[in-house]
């Protein structure tokens, strides 16, 4: 596990304590280390890995789309 070091606004480090105060985690470490997760989870830092099924949908909207074409369409006289 890494270790870091954090300087945060009195009114965010209160915060914090209070939470702890009432209950809602064990102790600080636990408190801090929870709701950075939340707050990184909500980002969806994840790897994105691409599924079968949006792979052939990103094909299809791409075979669908003329700017995605290699030739001009002569439908339209251009």
Excluded: H, W
């Excluded at 280390?33 to 909207?61: A, C, I, K, R, W």
Aim: glycine share 4%; proline share 4%; aromatic share 6%.
């Amino acid at each position: 596990m890494s270790k870091i070091e954090v300087t945060l606004p009195d009114r965010i480090n209160d915060d914090i304590d209070r939470l702890v105060e009432q209950g809602e985690f064990v102790n600080r470490e636990q408190a801090v280390e929870e709701l950075l997760s939340m707050g990184v989870s909500t980002y969806n830092v994840t790897e994105e890995t691409t599924t079968e099924d949006e792979e052939l949908f990103t094909q299809t909207v791409d075979d669908q789309d003329p700017a995605m074409q290699d030739e001009p369409n002569d439908d339209y006289g251009f």
